[in-house]
């Protein structure tokens, strides 16, 4: 699953113009995301495969931003469609890292993989096939099976360019020998944010240089929305066409204020910085009680020893809980010329089968979920009961220029991290983007 989606204003750029080249229509960049074989490693500007004639096996590209164990996964997954799929080949191509730019300059090259990952569909929409009609009168799909808001992740006007395929929200970890040495009650569904500060009071221990919860040196707004939801806030308007009195307005403001005032406090330790430990490090470590995260860093945890916990995030007093989803998609080139095998392995790639050899993200899959038991899980019930909380929607869904704000607002946010304003970080952050959505 993509997890990160900061791009160099180099990259942006270079990515707007390739894509404005051969759409004409420029994208921008936008958001909550391991190395593998020969076959997998194909440069992106090498030659597509030809469509082969009729009767004869087809070869589909299929890119993705996996390394490692999860690469292996997906080149897996290729072969068992091609058991039950002789007439066509998957050519895995490990992008890594330089998904983007090279998702980017293959399209600009006509040079497209038949079938992508995908989660920017705001910048590449243009050039992906919607696939409502495949999705809505194809019976085998079930359509009623996937969770039904992770399709609101993949629509740009109304429109789907891509089929759900994993999908991750955020909960909070917690270390329970640290909270039983302290003597403190482990987190419980409905708790709010003056619990976590009073909880963090009590499992912080400087002498042991431990504290309640860990903070990240730099933060990505986007997985931050549902903390700011939560409050009442949003950094922009809900018809995507102004951020102010949204990402200035109080409800926001007091929501990032508290991560700065948990720091301040020193109840809380900034993690993840220059030469700094990860948060995930620190917490295996035992140094930190409470550590916000998707499911990324679970199967670690497990595998470390930590006897941990998970549960919803925390309330802010008398709101409703609000939760924001990380989703990855299987996507088909506008431009391939074998869209209806592309289809074919897009639909198997979130089958029963597939979701079940994959481990780095959650089934989509109701039925999925429920043979697996994963939402009767302590462990996983949680992200369960936190996907029925994100009916909102993201910002960079909203508007096509928030790549441009977002990089002022990614700024402000870790201005207050480090101690600055909140009200002040967050109002030059609006005068500093306004010019963006004129």
Known sequence: MKRSVSITSASVLALSLLLAGCSGQGG??????????????????SPAPKASPDGKPVTLRFATWDTGDALKIEQDIAKKFEESHPNTKIQVEAYGDGFDQKLAAAIGANDAPDVMYMWDFPTYHSNLETLDDYINSDPDLKKDDFYPGLFNYVKIDGKSYGLPAGFTTRVMYYNKKLFDAAGVAYPKEGWSWDDLRDMAKKLTDPSKKQYGIGIRAENDPYDL?????????????????SIEGFMNGKGTVDAIQLLGSLIKEKVAVVVGGKNQQSGDDVFKAGKIAMWESGIWPLDDFKKSGIDVGTVVMPIFSGKPLKGVVSESAMSISKNSKNKKEAWEFVKFYASDAAIKMRTADLPVRKSVADQMKLNQDPLYQPFYKMLDTCDNTPAFLLNPKWNEVNRNLNSAIDAVISGQNAADTLSMAVKDSQKFLK
């Open 225 to 241: 929305q549902g903390m700011i939801w939560s409050n009442g806030g949003s950094f922009i308007s809900p018809d995507g066409k």
């Open 28 to 45: 921008q960049a936008a958001k909550p995301a391991d190395n593998g074989s020969n076959a997998a490693n194909k440069p992106a500007d």
